[in-house]
C-alpha cells in the first residue's frame, strides 16, 4: 500500500476562521511533507518533518502551524489566513529523509480563503 | 542553487505516437530524479525514481533515463493513448537537501 491520504478534499474558510488540514500514511514512513501548489505552479515545499520533529520550516509564515502527532498523522493547523493563501496543499511521505528515497504525494486538499 | 528547467511547457499529440518529454538540471550533484504526474486539481503520482547511479528505469509504456554528467533527463512515453494527458512533473532530490526541486512542468494533450 502506497497510499498518503488527506482530508478534506476541499476547504472553503473566511480569513478570521481556524481549521485544520490532515495527512495520513501507513507505510511506516518516518518523514512527511507539507508543500502548497498554486495554479499553474510547481509545489513548493513549507514544512519536513523528520520521526515526528520538525526539521525543515521553508520560512512559512505563523498562520500556518504543523503538528505531527505520531508518525502515521501530519496535520496543519491554519488561522487568519489571506486569500493569496488559497492553493492546493500537497501532503507527501518517504521512508526517511535521507536522499535515496521515494516522496509519495497525497491528492491534496484545495483550499479557498474567502 | 539548483535550478530544474521542463521543455517544452506544452505538447499536443494525436494518439498512438511515441513521444519524449525533456528535464534539465543545472547541479549535478543530486541523490535523485523523480517523474510525477498531475491530473487537473489532484495529487501527484510518482511515475519513475531514477537514483543518481542508475541510466534509466522503466514501467510499462514508460521508459526514463538519466544523464547526471549533461543534467538530463528524458522521459518516453510509447504509444500513447488519451488517457495520458496530463501535467508530468519532473524533480531533482539535490545533495544535502531534503527537497525535491521541481520543474515548471510539461503539459501533455493526447488527442484522440
Known amino acids: 500500500d502506497t497510499e498518503v491520504t488527506q482530508t478534506p478534499k476541499h476547504l472553503v474558510m473566511g480569513m478570521t476562521n481556524k481549521k485544520s488540514l490532515k495527512c495520513e500514511q501507513h507505510?511506516?514512513?518516518?518523514?512527511m511533507y507539507w508543500y502548497k501548489q498554486k495554479a499553474k505552479k510547481p509545489p513548493e515545499l513549507m514544512f519536513v518533518?523528520?520521526?515526528?520533529?520538525?526539521?525543515i520550516n521553508e520560512s512559512v509564515p505563523s498562520r500556518f502551524s504543523p503538528e505531527c502527532p505520531n508518525s502515521s498523522l501530519l496535520n496543519l493547523h491554519l488561522h487568519a489566513l489571506q486569500p493569496e493563501d488559497s492553493a492546493l496543499y500537497l501532503c507527501?511521505?518517504?521512508?526517511?529523509?535521507?536522499?535515496?528515497?521515494?516522496?509519495?504525494f497525497g491528492p491534496g486538499t484545495r483550499l479557498t480563503v474567502t | 542553487k539548483q535550478e530544474v528547467t521542463q521543455i517544452p511547457a506544452a505538447l499536443s499529440v494525436p494518439e498512438g505516437e511515441n513521444l519524449v518529454l525533456n528535464c534539465s538540471f543545472t547541479?549535478?550533484?543530486?541523490?535523485?530524479l523523480q517523474w510525477f504526474r498531475q491530473d487537473p486539481g489532484k495529487g501527484l503520482t510518482s511515475l519513475l525514481l531514477?537514483?543518481?547511479?542508475?541510466r534509466e528505469q522503466t514501467s510499462g509504456r514508460l521508459n526514463a533515463s538519466l544523464d547526471k554528467s549533461s543534467g538530463r533527463s528524458t522521459l518516453y512515453i510509447a504509444a500513447s493513448q488519451p488517457g495520458d494527458s496530463a501535467t508530468y512533473l519532473c524533480?531533482?532530490?539535490?545533495?544535502?537537501?531534503?527537497?525535491?526541486?521541481f520543474g515548471q512542468g510539461t503539459r501533455l494533450t493526447i488527442n484522440p
Open positions: 507527501a511521505s518517504s521512508q526517511d529523509t535521507g536522499g535515496s528515497y521515494e516522496q509519495y
Open positions: 507505510m511506516g514512513h518516518r518523514a
Open positions: 518533518y523528520s520521526y515526528e520533529k520538525l526539521s
Open positions: 547541479d549535478s550533484a543530486i541523490y535523485n
Open positions: 531514477i537514483q543518481s547511479s542508475q
Open positions: 524533480a531533482v532530490r539535490p545533495w544535502g537537501a531534503q527537497k525535491l526541486v
